[in-house]
């Protein structure tokens, strides 16, 4: 028996077993009362780490089509925030000719553009427009790229 040398009290299962395991003594009626079998489990919480998600936002987003899953692997603190623009993003990029798939797609592969508000897309969009002129082609680019322009949060010194 491989853990014939262990000891069978609770004592030494607490000191000698990482705090993340729990133990568990079993006492087959065949087996020896004197030699225990031991076995550990991890201890973790039952419930995913989705349940401290904004359940209101995923909804949001599922309904605005966005693959959570890809977000959740790019960002995953994104969808636990309780603030997010994500609806007056979607009227932001509508309204400037972005197709519903283009807005999930740039959600989907850059979650953290749901972070940023109505005023600041406004801001960004009138720097970008100052230099590409059309509004298909700064979307064209958000599409490809939509790091390129939801990434810096300071419109100051662009």
């Known amino acids: 028996m491989a853990m014939k040398g262990l000891f069978c009290t609770s004592s030494f299962c607490l000191r000698h077993v990482p705090f993340s ?3 568990r003594i079993l006492h087959p009626p ?3 009362p004197a030699w225990c079998r031991f076995y ?7 419930k995913n780490t989705e349940s401290n998600e904004n359940q209101s936002l995923l909804s949001n987003l599922e309904f605005m089509g966005v693959d959570i899953t890809m977000a959740r692997k790019r960002q995953p603190g994104i969808l636990k925030k309780m603030i997010t623009h994500e609806e ?12 519903r798939e283009a807005i999930a797609s740039i959600i989907s592969r850059y979650p953290r553009a749901i972070t940023r508000t109505y005023e600041h897309l406004q801001k ?3 720097i970008w427009q100052s230099i590409l002129k059309t509004d298909l082609h700064i979307i064209k680019i958000v599409e490809r790229s939509p790091e390129s322009f939801f990434r810096s949060g300071d419109i100051e010194n662009l």
């Open 21 to 23: 395991c729990m133990i």
């Open 30 to 32: 065949l087996a020896n």
């Open 40 to 46: 550990s489990e991890q201890l973790s919480n039952t």
């Open 88 to 99: 007056s993003l979607r009227k932001f990029l509508l309204a400037k000719g972005a197709s």
């Open 124 to 126: 960004k969009w009138d």
